[in-house]
């Protein structure tokens, strides 16, 4: 069973520019989550996805968006890039959205910001 | 709020040495509680998870025990392993039906020496 896919693993970009981040989730599985991870800050809620609806969103400025298809795959959008989005942006998928629901993570888009 | 709060890493062992990372949480609500595991230049995998009081969550020798009393998930393996070297973190998750949220911890970072 194929894991959680994000791509590109890696992207640079210099500032005022905007980027689209992808993820698929493993088969079957129909909620999304997206976490911004920074030394400083840790790992950050950024919103979470299920049947194609924004479930829940975390303190995050309006530049950053998502969206899920109706296959379950998931994009993030930022646009107007800041120096302090350089981060690693991970995405977790699980099988529904509930208490006892582990997630299981992709490997990350690392995003640079010059 | 919702909040959790790890010991503060690096921490340090030999190999064969006993491991605890401390992690206690408050919440509003009865939250699940997770270990995940970091490696280099990966996601986050999870490690063991625990939903209600008195549960104890164990993977590969890592075990721990979802305290209520003392609002507190302390994560133990009694025999540590240069493999295990990696971050940990601590998460919980609470809300409501349609309304969820995940809350990690800062992360513990673990070395192992040989």
């Known amino acids: 069973k194929a894991g959680v896919t994000q791509t590109p693993r890696y992207l640079i970009k210099t500032r005022g520019q905007q980027v689209t981040l992808s993820c698929s989730p493993i088969s079957g599985h129909r909620s999304v989550s997206w976490y911004q991870q920074t030394p400083g800050q840790g790992l950050q809620f950024l919103f979470e996805?299920?049947?194609?609806?924004?479930?829940n969103k975390g303190n995050f400025p309006g530049r950053f968006s998502g969206r899920q298809f109706s296959n379950s795959r998931s994009e993030m959008n930022v646009s107007t890039l800041e120096l302090g989005d350089s981060a690693l942006y991970l995405c977790?998928?699980?099988?529904?959205?509930?208490?006892?629901?582990?997630?299981?993570f992709g490997d990350g888009t690392r995003l640079s910001i010059l | 709020g919702n909040s959790v709060t790890q010991m503060e890493g690096p921490v340090t062992l030999s190999e064969e040495a006993f491991l605890t990372i401390n992690c206690t949480y408050t919440a509003t609500g009865y939250p699940s509680l997770f270990w995940y595991v970091q490696y280099p230049g990966e996601g986050l995998q999870l490690l063991l998870k625990a939903t209600k009081a008195d549960d104890k969550g164990s993977n590969k020798g890592f075990e721990a025990t979802y305290r209520k009393e003392t609002t507190s998930f302390h994560l133990e393996k009694g025999s540590v392993q240069v493999s295990d070297s990696a971050v940990y973190f601590c998460?919980?998750?609470?809300?409501?039906?349609?309304?969820?949220?995940?809350?990690f911890g800062t992360g513990t970072r673990l070395k192992v020496l040989a």
């Open positions: 977790a998928s699980s099988l529904e959205t509930g208490t006892n629901q582990p997630q299981h």
């Open positions: 998460a919980l998750r609470v809300g409501t039906s349609g309304t969820y949220k995940y809350i």
């Open positions: 996805y299920f049947s194609e609806t924004q479930r």
